[in-house]
């Protein structure tokens, strides 16, 4: 039986935006994060829902899609009844609706369930595929001179029924744009319709699949050939038509489907608390990014690096050669009631500028940062100094690191300390996507930022299909891996850094 909360809760009808998740409100996006409860449709994003919602079972989730046909649709009675039930339970509920719940999403018939049965709601709203799939098409469906006005219209509604809402005939001699949402089985009769009543057969037409997505394709055609062209091209749903002829703006203004790795979908395996600046960078030149974190960042026992601290003024260098390592250094350092001030007597090297980024940001410059960014460059560079032999290092690292530096500085005269502060350890996260997606032969590059990445890829998809992908290495220890592995190497970073990493896979598949 049901418990009823004594506490009746709130539903929100919030708009996820036509695909992108970056096209959600800021409002809709505040009431995602908070929510004890979500129910959402299937063109909703799930990049939108709480990443550790499936894992840790809060946010609940409940999927409610609905698609034309479909026998496993959820009825919409039964939607209601959810969101209902949920709300006399105490809970914050987001009814999380592709685009925006009023325009064409049943969200008005939701919120009149929602008043029969005195549950209080919000209504979010979204930005419609209707505006912004022919946007990221460069179609704008008004434009000065060419069309002043838009109308949107069901394309579920056949023509050919003894009985229809919309007058076809009306439409045709409107002039301006039509918008038709959903409309690919119906198509053929929608145009011949809107020819009969009056509009010219040649005026251009375009059908946009998975608008805003990196999946999308656009076919531009005239409303006499639309429908034939689309189903040439493979064309399913879902399918937003535009008619008028503003579609004719397309070749000038398209810019979305021409950035330059549009339609490549690639694979970004790195530790996952640090993979979202790796993934934005690749979506923003266009490509689909299947993020599969590879690794982990498990911190170790501390206590030693928290008893050094106490001890800085009795080193001369302070070595590092990751962001995770100046991150856990940091942590502790502050946690020990000190700051950037305990390091006035020590001189830092760090291995690259990412690790020096890190650093700067809490306001320390390094001394010492070499042009190749490995650990062989460092030790080069420190080599030349005469300030190391005999000297005291602190070096905090990742357990299991290779012995170059600390080997090279003893050889060089220097007393080593080194701290392990974290391991990485193998996180399977998407695997079953990514899988799915070698077997269909999709995946255009699978990058790689160190050796351990490359060891748990192959733990997490399997050697056979690990071996079906070709690899973009961040320098020459993860290539020794890609190599070890057998894994077909695309290319490797000219500077060992995501940008270098970028730039190296945007040359291979420009």
Same mark, same amino acid.
């Given at each position: ?17 036509? $695909?992108?998740? $970056? ?41 409610? $899609?609905? !698609? ?25 509920? +987001?009814?999380?609706?592709? =685009?925006?719940?009023? @325009? ?21 709203? =979204? ?8 946007? &990221? ?8 001179? #060419? ?65 805003? +997505? ?29 008619? =008028?002829?503003?579609? @004719? ?88 009631? /000190?700051?950037?001030?305990? #390091? ?12 020096? $980024? ?36 602190? &070096? ?25 502060? &974290? /391991? ?11 899988? /799915? ?5 999709? +995946?255009?590059? +699978? ?6 990445? @490359? /060891? ?13 992908? !070709? ?40």
């Amino acid at each position: 039986m049901t418990e009823v909360s004594d506490k009746i809760g709130t539903v929100y009808l919030v708009g996820a935006g036509p $695909g992108d998740p $970056g096209l959600i409100t800021v409002r809709g996006k505040k009431l995602v994060d908070s929510a004890d409860a979500i129910v959402y449709d299937a063109l909703a994003n799930r990049a939108l829902l709480p990443p550790d919602a499936v894992e840790k079972g809060l946010p609940e989730l409940f999927f409610v $899609g609905k !698609r034309g046909g479909d026998s496993k649709s959820v009825p919409q009675e039964d939607i209601n009844e959810l969101l209902v039930k949920l709300a006399r339970e105490g809970k914050k509920v +987001v009814r999380l609706k592709g =685009g925006d719940p009023f @325009v064409f999403g049943r969200g008005s018939e939701e919120a009149q369930a929602l008043n029969e049965s005195s549950i209080p709601f919000e209504v979010v709203p =979204g930005i419609t595929a209707g505006i912004a799939a022919p946007a &990221y098409a460069g179609i704008p469906v008004t434009h000065r001179g #060419l069309s002043t006005s838009v109308t949107f219209v069901t394309g579920h509604e056949d023509p050919g029924k003894a009985t229809t809402q919309t007058n076809w005939k009306a439409l045709a001699q409107a002039g301006g744009t039509i918008v038709l949402y959903m409309g690919v089985k119906t198509l053929p009769a929608i145009a011949a319709a809107l020819i009969e009543g009056g509009m010219p057969p040649e005026i251009p037409a375009a059908a946009i699949q998975w608008g805003t +997505v990196s999946r999308q394709r656009t076919v531009v055609a005239t409303l006499a050939t639309l429908s034939d062209e689309a189903a040439k091209q493979g064309i399913s749903a879902p399918v937003i038509t535009v008619i =008028g002829w503003a579609v @004719v703006l397309r070749d000038e203004i398209s810019w979305f489907e021409t950035r330059p790795l549009f339609g490549r979908q690639i694979v970004v395996t790195r530790a996952a608390q640090t993979s979202t600046v790796l993934s934005d960078k690749f979506a923003d030149l266009g490509a689909d990014v299947i993020e599969m974190p590879a690794t982990q960042i498990a911190r170790l026992d501390l206590s030693p690096l928290r008893e050094e601290l106490k001890n800085l003024d009795e080193y001369s260098w302070l070595i590092f050669t990751s962001r995770n390592a100046v991150a856990i250094f940091w942590e502790q350092l502050l946690g020990g009631c /000190r700051d950037a001030r305990a #390091l006035a007597g020590l001189k830092i090297g760090a291995v690259g500028p990412a690790t020096a $980024g890190a650093l700067l940001e809490h306001g320390i410059a390094v001394d010492v940062i070499p042009e190749r960014f490995v650990a062989e460059g460092l030790l080069e560079k420190l080599s030349e100094r005469d300030d190391v032999s005999g000297s005291r290092v602190l &070096y905090v690292t990742a357990e299991g690191a290779r012995e170059v530096l600390p080997d090279g500085l003893t050889a060089l005269g220097a007393d080593v300390n080194v701290i392990a502060a &974290y /391991r990485s350890i193998q996180d399977g996260t998407g695997a079953k996507k990514l899988r /799915r997606a070698i077997e269909e032969g999709t +995946v255009s590059v +699978v990058t790689f930022t160190s050796a351990s990445a @490359v /060891r748990s890829y192959v733990d997490v998809v399997g050697e056979d299909l690990a071996l079906k992908t !070709r690899a973009a290495s961040i320098g020459p220890q993860t290539t020794e891996a890609i190599n070890a592995a057998g894994i077909e190497l695309l290319c490797e970073a000219t500077e060992s850094t995501t940008d270098g990493l970028v730039a190296a896979v945007l040359r291979a598949l420009s």
